[in-house]
């Protein structure tokens, strides 16, 4: 039995059809059969996120007006599904739409003015009607989400009161807002127990939206309260007693993204999932609160131990004690699995239609999404483990990246496959450099791979990798807020791997000086082991070119003044020779400086 979910604002302009919008869309992909019904009659516009999508248009073409005034004045009542069409959002994935039917605007306003909704309900079994398609929704769904109309209206107590399970509040930090949506809320639970038909009480969600607290932190921290106190009595029936309603609150608020209040687009496809700080993330929280019918909460916006942290505490349990050997490797193997299984070209293709800058950044956070446990592993491997423990850092390495030889299928999404292991060296790499232990860099670095242009050879790993995220540089680009970078995947990797390092290493301040520091390292070492002027640029580059950044130069001048003692020549890379690495640096800083891309 599936579940219907409304989403109600009081005033407009909070981000209510943008949410219900990206909410849909996230648990379509998750392989949930979802409805999407736009009940916002008078201002129609959840069509509008879906502009560039591939539709398979209804049988009719007159929305939700046009079933509604079909079912007022045909005696044969019409069937609902002649009425949605259905997007694609993916080869794998779609959602079944059922638009107000605005398409030809000038009938669509006559009906709207003329419709009776009191004739409907009074006359024409308008009640039954609405009872029937809520009863063959659950049926057919797992979730229907609709969009309503905003404060008080003759037909909005049909989807906020006859229609829903759930009622999302979608309100912003001022008084108007809160007070409104709040004030409704009670009188739909009212209405709700006067209804001639049997339901379950009116599970209320509150969703502040919009809240900027990075500018105004105090104020933020002090509106955070105020709505938390006001919205108290809608959390009694699905919170656990006792649990503090300002934390779920906070963590269940959508911040302000100036980026998404021009134009209609859907952030879920255009930010990370797992970077802290994006609509994306956010949006992800409330989903899976939705896909789990707010049966664990707690669990679902982060407020307690969740999968990942078990990982983590496993693995440095397991790497503290020899007698745990056999464990930390089936653990590893494990999520190995995990990762080929999700990441497999059943799950995620190779050929599309159309390669948008949508679909690349889609494919990024799902990445990130599925590497996330195995990436924490490694973390913890490089920054705790030991010189014995090796052998499992370049076998997370050898298996990830096996499944990456010749294929066919677009050349962009190929490249992409190797993003999963541009993620582990880099969470790797950081977290080896933060603890001093370069040996763990080294087997990171030049682990070697199958060779994915000639079968039977191998190269170390950091050279496919770094050659297939520089064929796919540009696709980053288009990534919002990552237009004009110079380096616009190493400022996307800068961004999102903060909170991968800083739940289990707290990095703080020196998560900067870490990543540039890396990014040296992996050029340094490309060009050591392909003997070439040049290797994989990162943040560091233009730092060095425009800012006149010491980074570079108190690197190079940190290895010549001690020489053969120089951490990384102990732990063998370049071939444990200073001069070679001297050598290198003569090659590479000239070339920084000419590059015309600087």
Known sequence: MGVI?????????????????????????????????DWDLEAPGLHKYFKDYKETHAKIKKGLLGLLEAASTEAKK????????????????????????????????????????????SEKGGGQFIEELRDQWKDEYDHVFIDSRTGVTDYGGICTIQLPDFLT??????????EGVKDYAIKAQKARQRLAYDRMPLLIFPLLSRFDGKEEKQRGESWLKTASEEMALFYIDWLPKDFPILKVLENTKLPYIPYFSFGE?????????????????AYNRIANIFANHFRDVIRDVSLEKTENEDVVKLTKEYISDDKYRIKLEDLITQEIRKVLDLTSK?????????????????????????????????????????????????KIILRIAETNTTQSGLAALISLRWYPLCLLLYTGGIASIASGKYGNLASLLTSEVPDPEYIGKTKSVVIPM??????????????????????????????????????????????????????????????????CEFGPWGRFAWKHVQVRSSL?????????KEGDEWPPIQAGLFKQDIKRFNEMSKILLPGLKRSSFF
């Open 78 to 121: 019409p069937h609902w599904a002649n009425y949605t069409g259905k997007i694609e959002l993916s080869e794998k994935h779609k959602l079944d739409v059922l638009w107000s039917g605005c398409e030809d605007m000038e009938n669509y306003v006559t009906g709207i003015l003329n419709f009776d909704w009191n004739k409907f309900y």
């Open 346 to 394: 059943d799950n995620m293709p190779l050929s599309v239609s159309n390669l948008t800058a949508d679909e690349v950044s889609n494919r990024l956070s799902k990445y990130e999404e599925i590497l996330k446990p195995l990436c924490d592993i490694i973390i913890v491997l490089c920054y705790w483990g030991r010189a014995e423990q090796v052998p499992l850092i370049r």
């Open 265 to 281: 687009e859907l952030a879920v496809e255009k930010t990370s999932l797992t970077a802290t700080d994006t609509l994306g993330y």
């Open 466 to 531: 770094s050659n297939a995220m520089e064929d796919i540089g540009n696709l980053f680009k288009q990534i919002p807020g990552h237009e004009k970078n110079i380096v616009p995947r190493s400022e996307y990797m800068f961004k999102i791997l903060r909170p991968f390092l800083e739940d289990i290493i707290f990095t703080g301040n020196s998560y900067e000086d870490l990543f540039d520091r890396y990014e040296l390292f992996q050029m340094f070492v490309y060009a050591d082991l392909l003997n």
């Open 552 to 560: 570079v130069k108190d690197f190079i001048e940190e290895a010549q």
């Open 5 to 37: 979910t409304t989403f109600y604002s009081y005033k407009g302009g909070v981000g209510r059809t943008m949410a219900v919008a990206n909410i849909a869309v996230l648990l379509a992909k998750k392989g949930k059969n979802v409805l999407l019904v």
């Open 169 to 178: 509040l979608v309100f912003t930090p001022n008084m108007q807002s809160i």
